[in-house]
């Protein structure tokens, strides 16, 4: 019997290619070419499976010229690349691959937010540029996170972890904002009190968004959340570009409106909005925050997990739109 087709559209550790194939007929990106959606949506047309990351997006213009895809398994917990109803209707599952990045990506969450409030890499820049000629008592001074107040914006897996980083940790003051509020059972594991929006914004001394993206997250830390938040409050966004309006924030951090920003992702990514390439206050990662190799293998043979249980007959692990599963 033939094997179903997939297709790896970008390019992954070859052991988890390999194993693919041993279920599949592969057609992989290994060489990781800058496909438009256009090429995407023709590669995809005689495949019943792809795997995808957050990159590549699947939406109704897509799934029109690709009748025979069954799934569509991505490599990263985020899905915002779906347009998830469009795959619902055309029968196409949906999968992510939660969990096992939540830990590493807390660990990003944090060092982000240390590096931002101790300007590590501002200071490493003036080092490297021979500027370090003597010490002086208030250089680079930023501000602790020991003891400080800790917000966060989400409270998820990831903001559940960095909660705990940060109460167990360092002593810190752990408030959150969330569209459920936690059950209390949770919320004392995390140490965590709930607050409102605006008074989170107000209060936090570090605030970390860790938010999904989605219409109604779009620009929730814009100019007018951003004039809320304290002059010596630092932010960082290690969830979705979008999510913070980036010219907004630029413009908050050259005039000093709040201290540093600490992104892992932005709007338009790869693509950094020029105002942030400007300003000194703000560290900038390329979307890193998973970036560990058992981890990232992790995601990437969870999105595999998920292609071949389809395939043979199993229940896939994560499901997004587990309702397409009931109709097959
Ligand atoms: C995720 O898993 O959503 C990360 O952002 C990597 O894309």
């Known amino acids: 019997m033939s094997k179903p087709k997939i297709l790896i559209a970008r390019a992954v550790f070859p052991e988890v290619v390999a194993r693919l194939e041993e279920y599949f007929e592969v057609e992989s990106n290994q060489a990781d070419e800058t496909w438009s959606k256009a090429e995407l949506a023709a590669r995809l047309r005689d495949k019943a499976g792809a795997f995808t990351t957050g990159g590549d997006r699947i939406d109704a213009g897509v799934l029109a010229v690709c009748p025979g895809l069954k799934i ?60 370090w000629t003597k010490w002086r008592y208030d250089m680079f001074s930023g501000s602790d996170i020991h003891g400080a107040t800790l917000g966060i914006l989400g409270m998820g897996r990831i903001g559940q972890g960095i909660a705990k980083r940060g109460a167990l940790g360092f ?26 929006k605006e008074e989170l914004l107000k209060t936090a001394d570090h605030l970390v968004l860790v938010l999904p993206y989605s219409p109604a997250s779009h620009h929730a830390i814009g100019a007018a959340e951003l004039a809320l938040m304290k002059p010596t409050a630092t932010l960082v966004n290690i969830a979705r570009g979008g999510i913070v309006d980036d010219a907004a924030l630029a413009a908050a951090l ?40 058992p981890t990232r293998l992790a995601m990437a043979n969870l999105a595999a997990d998920n292609l071949i249980a389809f395939f043979t007959g ?15």
Do not use: W
């Open 72 to 131: 569509c398994a991505n490599m990263a917990v985020g899905y915002n690349n779906f347009d998830l109803d469009a795959m619902t209707a055309a029968g196409v599952l949906a999968t992510n691959a939660p969990d096992v990045l939540t830990e590493t990506t807390a660990d990003f969450g944090f060092a982000l937010m240390m590096a931002t409030a101790r300007r590590i890499t501002e200071s490493e820049h003036y080092l490297r540029a021979g500027q």
């Open 171 to 196: 002593g810190m003051k752990v408030i959150y904002h969330n569209r459920s509020r936690l059950d209390a059972a949770l919320e004392a594991e995390c140490q965590a009190s709930y607050v409102s």
């Open 254 to 293: 050259k005039d000093k409106r709040i201290a540093a920003a600490g992104l892992d992702v932005f709007e338009g990514e790869p693509l950094v909005h020029p105002d942030l390439l400007d300003v000194p206050n703000v560290v900038l990662t390329p979307h890193i925050a998973s970036a560990t190799i």
């Open 314 to 328: 199993k229940k896939p692990l994560t499901p997004l739109n587990p309702a397409v599963l009931a109709i097959k």
